[in-house]
Nanobody, 115 residues
Framework: QVQLVESGGGLVQPGGSLRLSCVASGFTFSSYVLSWYRQAPGKERELVATIGSTGGATNYVDSVKGRFTISRSNAKNTLYLQMNSLKPEDTAVYYC????????WGQGTQVTVSS
């Protein structure tokens, strides 16, 4: 069955870095445009970054441009999000999914940015 497993979150101070991973199984990973989403307490889930099926095209929400980098390994069925210069407002649960949100959601990984 389709499964998305996010990891790599944690508690980090403002200005710090984290690298999130999303290991996928049960579907043809290389055929999908994939995205990272996040959901902060009391807020709707928002799109953060998107990457094309071959990794050649990326797009970011304005609030993370220049700080976050999305990448993928189709050989490893894994999606990544490198997050640098983290801010308290980046605190959220982070999820991966297809850009169309068509896949079942995983459990997410908690990112907390706090001093």
């Amino acid at each position: 069955q389709v499964q998305l497993v996010e990891s790599g979150g944690g508690l980090v101070q403002p200005g710090g870095s984290l690298r999130l991973s999303c290991v996928a199984s049960g579907f043809t990973f290389s055929s999908y445009v994939l995205s990272w989403y996040r959901q902060a307490p009391g807020k709707e889930r928002e799109l953060v970054a998107t990457i094309g099926s071959t990794g050649g095209a990326t797009n970011y929400v304005d609030s993370v441009k220049g700080r976050f980098t999305i990448s993928r390994s189709n050989a490893k069925n894994t999606l990544y999000l490198q997050m640098n210069s983290l801010k308290p407002e980046d605190t959220a649960v982070y999820y991966c999914n297809a850009f169309t949100r068509i896949l079942p959601w995983g459990q997410g990984t908690q990112v907390t940015v706090s001093s």
